[in-house]
Each structure stands twice: as C-alpha cells, then as structure tokens.
C-alpha cells in the first residue's frame, strides 16, 4: 500500500498554536485597567501592548469601576412608582389668599379671585345653575 503514487505521506507535521485562553490575575488586571486610565485615549494603545482586545480591556474597566453614590454616600438606584389618575385639587389644596372657591348644586365648582365683579360672577353662577 506505501507504493501507491496517489497516497500522500505526511513527512513533517507541524502544529502552530492557534491562540490560548490566558488567565489573568486580578492584580494584574487592576495595574492594566489603572494604565489605561492615566491619559485620555489611552485604552487601544493600553490593550495592544498587552495584547488584549479593547472590548475586554472595556469591560474590566466596567468591572473595576467604583459603585456611584450620590453625595449623602447613599447608592444611587431606582424606586419602584405608582401612576395615578390625577384628582381634582381640594379646596385645601388651592391657596387661599385672595381666592374663592363656590360650590354649585350640580357639584360643579368655580374659582375666583377676590377682586371679581360680583355682576360678572352673579351672571357666570346663573349660567352654570341652568346646565
């Protein structure tokens, strides 16, 4: 069978190492994270010398990053919330300086100033009285 001339022998093999998942230490990642921090666009120039990529180099920066407080030193993060349909402003709710809340059978209400004409507000009340 070694004599037939379309059989290929493999004389030299070579194996080329392709890549390797490298593990780095968590020291050594914090002094590469500091390093890319030092000056501005600084992180492909900081991950080629180590030869990592800028994407990974991104997201140690990520994971390296201190936890935002604000300035109470209390964590920042979200609440949960209600909607709610908005009611009416209660008479209590207005102010009162200078303000007159009226009340109508109907249950509708009118607000004026102090200063209204009372001929004007007699007829605006008649109006809304008829409705």
Do not use: C, Y
């Amino acid at each position: 069978m070694d004599s037939h001339k379309r059989s290929a022998q493999v004389e030299r093999l070579e194996v080329i190492e392709t890549g390797r998942r490298r593990r780095w230490s968590e020291d050594e990642k914090l002094k590469i994270v500091l390093e890319s921090l030092r000056a501005p666009r600084q992180v492909a120039a900081t991950a080629r010398r180590h030869g990592i990529s800028r994407s990974l180099l991104i997201n140690w920066r990520r994971s390296f990053r201190p936890e935002r407080h604000d300035s109470e030193g209390q964590q920042t993060a979200f609440v949960s919330a209600m909607v709610v349909p908005e009611a009416a402003p209660t008479a209590a709710a207005l102010p009162t300086r200078g303000r007159m809340v009226i009340v109508i059978a109907n249950g509708r209400r009118v607000i004026v100033d102090s200063e209204v004409s009372a001929v004007a507000l007699a007829r605006v009340l008649e109006v809304l009285e008829r409705r």
